[in-house]
Nanobody, 124 residues
């Protein structure tokens, strides 16, 4: 089992920045890929970003490419999402997730463990 705890969400104005963190605990002794997803009210959970075990490979949703950056520090079992140029449409609950494979993935079903989420609200 892997437990995930997100932090860093909050209220920010359009154009502002936030940095989300996701700390993993439990069975973190294997190589695992990680991802960020988000879910707005009344919408399905959608892919945001994914990062490989080594951090050498990342992939992003088109809607956030160039504005968001995923990174990780395996010594701290922590993944980050730096979000710049935030827009009102970025408002959602952001979830981090872990998958058994070391590589990146974009589908919800590719992930095995999920955090509880952190709210991001961007005011216009």
């Amino acid at each position: 089992q892997v437990q995930l705890v997100e932090s860093g969400g909050g209220l920010v104005q359009t154009g502002g920045s936030l940095r989300l963190s996701c700390e993993a605990s439990g069975r973190t002794d294997s190589n695992y890929g990680m991802g960020w997803f988000r879910q707005a009210p009344g919408k399905e959970r959608e892919f945001v970003a994914s990062i490989s075990w080594s951090g050498g490979r990342t992939t992003y949703a088109d809607s956030v490419k160039g504005r968001f950056t995923a990174s990780r520090d395996n010594a701290k079992n922590t993944m980050y999402l730096q979000m710049n140029g935030l827009k009102p449409e970025d408002s959602a609950v952001y979830y981090c997730a872990v998958r058994s494979s070391f590589w990146v993935a974009r589908r919800v079903d590719d992930y095995d463990y999920w955090g509880q989420g952190t709210q991001v609200t961007v005011s216009s």
